[in-house]
């Protein structure tokens, strides 16, 4: 059998709908996991990006060697740490997310600011706008579809890798995954793993249709990917 | 509790040696298919858009979940790991290839053109080589995000740093994941600084 059809065959399985640690219960389960570290990283994230971004100068070659290295950390690794020494609390599943989720918000709200054309920064000026001002009125509408690609990727980053976080305990789609692949069956396993894959899709679905509202009619021309 | 790693010293190298491959040699093939791909979509506008919704798709795709949807074929193997994390450099990679590319000024190619360079030549002398910082820093991207994501691989028994993790917590036993993250973290650096190298030896011209 292929993947599909073990993973159809176990979505479609009435009884894993209904009861303690159901589907409906642990995909809720995983959108409230995969929600709280996105915010935390974009309220780091974004403000220092734009903040990088809006001073200039050296601020490139830190950032990107910075967030490079940074996503060398192996959130496996460290979420493992972390369960040796703090057991199951909320800091052991938080903290690796949000390191995960930090990079990509980062490197997007600065290569956002630091792309906008110097003659539209040299106009606010010019009309005898404040710095806060410039930031917030000319500079941060210009680079959103860079910062919301950085809010993307870091989105599905922390879907994806939440399963991971059952590994040491934590609830969410993980769960179907890693005790399947415990108990040597490749039903929920792949079950499992689909309804990842389509919360993800649903996550990319969801920052198309994001884009469209918040981004100024004037900027809707296509935002580069990282 | 540091003993360990001298007694253990083998092992480490060698799982050390296997997440190395596992996570090099993915970024590479990726760049071996984005390359082709990346010329074709700068060249065919119209190829690009849909390639990219393609990708963007697959990049989504949970690492975890990419391995699990190929054990059915390529069964608990580095096969299963090695053509998952190409499909993620793959999907860092290309979007690179194309802006690298498509940001050669049209100046340049014109240059070209007049001094006879015919296009697989100007391809080839002119256009790649001056799109080689940006397809290096989507390489650096690709590299560094497989060596770590390699240790997940684990997860399915594919042998690799990420054993460190499994056992230590298994046994409580913090050295052990202490040495595992210290080698994935130095591991993925050294790569990164030998592709920085690779980057300022193909590109004397540049600055920095």
């Not at chain 2, 390529?74 to 299963?80: A, E, I, P």
């Amino acid at each position: 059998m292929s993947f599909f059809t073990w993973a159809w065959d176990w979505v479609t399985t009435d009884a894993n709908w209904h009861g303690s640690g159901s589907i409906p219960q642990q995909l809720l389960a995983h959108l409230g996991y995969s929600a709280l570290p996105l915010l935390i990283a974009a309220l780091i994230g974004v403000p220092a990006g734009v903040a990088i971004g809006h001073r200039g100068g050296k601020g490139a070659v830190v950032v990107i060697n910075f967030a490079n290295a940074w996503r060398a950390i192996p959130t496996l690794g460290l979420l493992i740490l972390l369960a040796v020494f703090l057991g199951f609390s909320p800091i052991t599943w938080l903290l690796p997310l949000v390191v995960l989720a930090i990079p990509p918000i980062l490197v997007n709200a600065y290569e956002g600011i630091a792309g906008v054309e110097a003659s539209v920064k040299d106009a606010a000026k010019g009309m005898g706008m404040t710095p806060w001002q410039q930031v917030t009125r000319v500079e941060i509408p210009n680079a959103l579809p860079l910062i919301l690609v950085g809010l993307r990727t870091s989105a599905i980053f922390v879907v994806a890798t939440a399963t991971i976080a059952a590994y040491i305990g934590l609830g969410g789609l993980g769960r179907f995954i890693i005790d399947g692949l415990a108990s040597d069956q490749y039903g929920p396993v792949a079950g499992g793993a689909l309804l990842v894959v389509i919360l993800a899709v649903l996550v990319l679905a969801l920052f198309a249709g994001l884009s469209r509202l918040v981004i100024p009619a004037g900027l809707r021309k296509q935002a580069k990917t990282e | 509790m540091w003993s360990w790693i001298p007694s253990n010293g083998s092992l480490i190298w060698q799982l050390t040696w296997e997440n190395a491959k596992l996570g090099v040699l993915p970024a590479l093939y990726g760049l071996v298919i984005s390359l082709p791909l990346g010329v074709i979509a700068a060249r065919w506008r119209w190829f690009y858009p849909p390639v990219l919704t393609v990708v963007n798709i697959l990049y989504a795709i949970p690492s975890l979940a990419l391995f699990i949807a190929l054990i059915p074929a390529f069964g608990l193997t580095d096969t299963t790991v090695s053509i998952a994390l190409t499909v993620f450099s793959l999907c860092v990679i290309l979007p690179n290839v194309v802006a690298g590319l498509r940001g050669v000024p049209a100046a340049v190619t014109q240059a070209a053109t007049a001094m006879g360079y015919g296009a697989f030549r100007r391809l080839i002398a002119v256009e790649l080589p001056l799109a080689v910082p940006v397809i290096l820093a989507g390489l650096r991207v690709g590299v560094v995000a497989s060596i770590s994501l390699a240790s997940v691989g684990q997860l399915i028994g594919v042998s690799s740093l990420g054993y460190l993790f499994i056992d230590g917590l298994q046994r409580s036993f913090p050295t052990e994941i202490y040495v595992g993250l210290v080698l994935v973290i130095a591991l993925a650096l050294v790569c990164d600084l030998i592709l920085v190298a690779v980057r300022r030896a193909l590109t004397p011209w540049a600055v920095s």
